[in-house]
Structure formats: C-alpha cells, structure tokens
C-alpha cells in the first residue's frame, strides 16, 4: 500500500511539473515530492527484499556519503566541477539539499538491479558496478539539464552539454562506482548460495518508468528534443534489455 501511494503520488508530480511556470514555487515543491516519492518506493523495496535494517543502513549510508561527495564537490570542485547550489531547494545541510543525497539512494538501487538483469547470465559484481554506474549517469542526462534550468545549481563556467561540463558526468561515474560497491556489500544482488539470484522488478521497472517518463517529457513537454534525444540513447537501451530478460528468465 505504502509503495502504492509513493508511485502514484511520484507520477502525478512529475505529469503535473512540466505544465506549472518554470522556476516557480510550485516546481520546486514539486521536485521535491518526485524525489521524495522515489525515494519511498525504492526504500520500501528493498525492505520488501533485504529486509528493513539491510535496508534503511544502506540507505542512510548512501545518503550521508553523497551528501559529503557533493558538499566537498561544492568546496572543491572535485569530482564533478566547480558548481553551487542555489537557496532555492529548501531544507539545506552544509549548503546541499536535503533530496539531493535522497535522490542518490532513490535511483542508484534501481540502477543496479537493472544492470543485474541487462547483464544476465554475464552479471558480475565487477559488471554490476560498472554497468550499474553508467545507468545511474545516464539518469543525470536528463537531471542535470532540469535543475540547472530551473535554477536550483549553476555551474561556474558552462560546459557543452546544455550549459553542464562533461566533468559533471564524469563525477558521476566515478561517485556512482563507490556508491555501485555499498550496494553491492550492503544490498548484494546475489550471495555464496546463488551468484546469478533474479533482479528485483520492481527495481528494473523504477528505472525503465523513469527511462520512459524523462524521453517522452522532454521530448513532448519540456520541449528540448536534444536531451530527450540524448538521455533516452543512454536510459532506453539498459532498461529495454533488462525489461525483456527479466520477463525471460
């Protein structure tokens, strides 16, 4: 019931987004009920697996070393590139938004699983990490070039990818590789007993929803055929296969 209500509460925000003013109040508000809404559902599915003290650590512990990662970044530029955030995504700790780390968490897990069920009979814990990593920057695709229009981080030189430098996605990766290796200690997709255990489809299908949702709303109502053309390359193709392998095995 619980996952129920996140997902519908997740899409309706996220149906509702494109059609409100950009960078008004109820955007932002809007941002956060989609992240916290995702959050929601990939925590109550782990839960639903890993039972809820695997699940609540691993999700404490993602968010609180995201947290770090990205107010360091802010510090130092490393890894991602000199940024900021702005004070428009509220509440704040150390200058980074609440829903920023929750956001790590939310889709990171998803992330996963899908790379476990595209990879398939391959799956390894090396493949899970890196093929696992690369979903998640893929997401960022689409993220990045949403909030920046909005007005919620800014870069301190614009980068060619919609203003966003390609060191931004290149920290991801490598941000994405360590947080890969928590979930794989913390929430392993497989164990001794049984290397190749099935993904999770609940897990596979966050993704592939969100892979779907971001193509067709930038496409058709964020009006930005470019990053629609180049988030759904880098989404669509991972959550196709591991859609179609799950429903195999």
Known sequence: MTEAVAGVVTVG????????PQRGLARKVLSSV???????TTTVNAVRRWGPARAGAAAGTTAVVTAAVERFGTLTGVPFGRYAYTGALQP??????????????????????TAHAALGEQSTMAKRIALGSAAMTAWDLFLDPQMVGEGYWAWARRGVYRGIPLSNFVGWFITGLGVMAMLEAML?????TYER???????????????????????????????AAVGGAAMVPVAVTAIFRRLGR
């Open 188 to 192: 392993p997709a497989a164990d001794a």
């Open 92 to 113: 704040q700790v150390a200058h980074v938004p609440v829903i920023v780390p929750m956001a790590w968490f939310a889709m990171s897990l998803p992330a996963r699983e």
């Open 34 to 40: 989609v992240v916290t809404g995702l959050f929601a």
């Open 13 to 20: 925000a996220m149906i509702a987004t494109p059609l409100l």
């Open 197 to 227: 255990a099935a993904s999770d489809p609940h897990l596979v299908g966050t993704y592939g929803y969100m892979a779907a949702m971001e193509t067709v709303g930038f496409a058709r109502y964020f009006r930005d055929p470019v990053v």
